[in-house]
C-alpha cells in the first residue's frame, strides 16, 4: 500500500498558508524521518495524511484512492500529549480495548503493567499512558504509523524500548511510519529515508 499527499495546502482560518504544493509518500515497510524548523508544519501535515484534518488543496490518497471516511483508519496518528488522545472518563482497559485487543506480549513489550489498566488517565504519568496510545495505534488494520514526537516526552531508556517494539511490530506488520521529531539522532537511528522539510520556501500567502 502506498500513501501520498498530492499538491497539499492547508492554511488555518485566514491565516497565510502554512504550506502549498507540498508531495508527501510513504510505502508500507519503509520507516521515514520528517524534520524541519519549528512551526513548518510537520504536524499538521501529518494530521493531514491520518486523516484528522482535510487539506484545503490537493488530496490524500492510499493507492491511488481517498481512504475510506467509515471504520477503522489504516494511518494512525501518535502525538506528543497522550492526554489529549484519551477520555477522561475511560479506565485504561476500555481505551486499550475500543478498537482491538492486544495482546499481553504487545503490552509486556510497550512495558504497560498489567495493573495499571484498572487506572484512570489522570492516575498514570503522561509517557505511561502515551504506551497505551502506541497499543491502541497498532491494531491489525493500521498500515502506517505517523509517531509526532511520539517519544519527547520518555527517558532515553524508555525511548529506546518502546522504538524497539514498534520497529519489531512494524517490520513483522510491514508497516510504513513516518518519524517527526527534533531528535535527528533518533531518526538517523530508526529511519531508512529523511526527509528534510525547508519550511521557508514552501510558505506563501495569499
Ligand atoms: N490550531 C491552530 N490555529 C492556528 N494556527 C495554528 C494552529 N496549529 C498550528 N498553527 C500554526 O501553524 C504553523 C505550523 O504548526 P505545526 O504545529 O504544524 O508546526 P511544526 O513544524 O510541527 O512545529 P514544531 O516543530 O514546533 O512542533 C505554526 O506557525 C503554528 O503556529
Redesign the pocket.
Known amino acids: 500500500m502506498l500513501l501520498e499527499g498530492k499538491n497539499l495546502g492547508f492554511r488555518?482560518?485566514r491565516?497565510a498558508w502554512?504550506f502549498r504544493g507540498m508531495d508527501i509518500a510513504l510505502k508500507q515497510g519503509e520507516v521515514v524521518g520528517l524534520v524541519?524548523?519549528?512551526?513548518?508544519?510537520?504536524?499538521?501535515?501529518?494530521?493531514l495524511i491520518a486523516g484528522y484534518e482535510l487539506p484545503h488543496e490537493g488530496s490524500v490518497q492510499l493507492n491511488g484512492s481517498p481512504p475510506a471516511k467509515k471504520g477503522f483508519h489504516p494511518v494512525q496518528l501518535v502525538f506528543?500529549h497522550p492526554e489529549k488522545a484519551v477520555n477522561p472518563r475511560w479506565p485504561m482497559h476500555r481505551m486499550l480495548n475500543e478498537g482491538w485487543q492486544p495482546d499481553a506480549d504487545l503490552l509486556r513489550s510497550l512495558g504497560i503493567e498489567k495493573e495499571w489498566l484498572q487506572r484512570w488517565p489522570n492516575e498514570l504519568s503522561g509517557g505511561e499512558l502515551q504506551r497505551f496510545c502506541i497499543a491502541r495505534a497498532l491494531g491489525p488494520e493500521t498500515r502506517f504509523l505517523i509517531a509526532?514526537?511520539m517519544t519527547t516526552m520518555l527517558d532515553a531508556i524508555t525511548q529506546a524500548q518502546i522504538w524497539h517494539a514498534v520497529l519489531d511490530i512494524a517490520k513483522e506488520r510491514n508497516l510504513g511510519v513516518l518519524v517527526?521529531s527534533?531528535e535527528r539522532k533518533l531518526i538517523q537511528r530508526l529511519c531508512s529515508r529523511v526527509i528534510e522539510?525547508n519550511?521557508e520556501t514552501e510558505r506563501s500567502t495569499g
Do not use: A, M
Request: charged letters at 20%; one cysteine or more; a negative charge.
Open positions: 488555518y482560518g491565516d502554512i524541519g524548523p519549528s512551526g513548518c508544519g510537520k504536524t499538521t501535515l501529518g494530521r506528543q509526532d514526537e517527526i527534533h522539510w519550511g
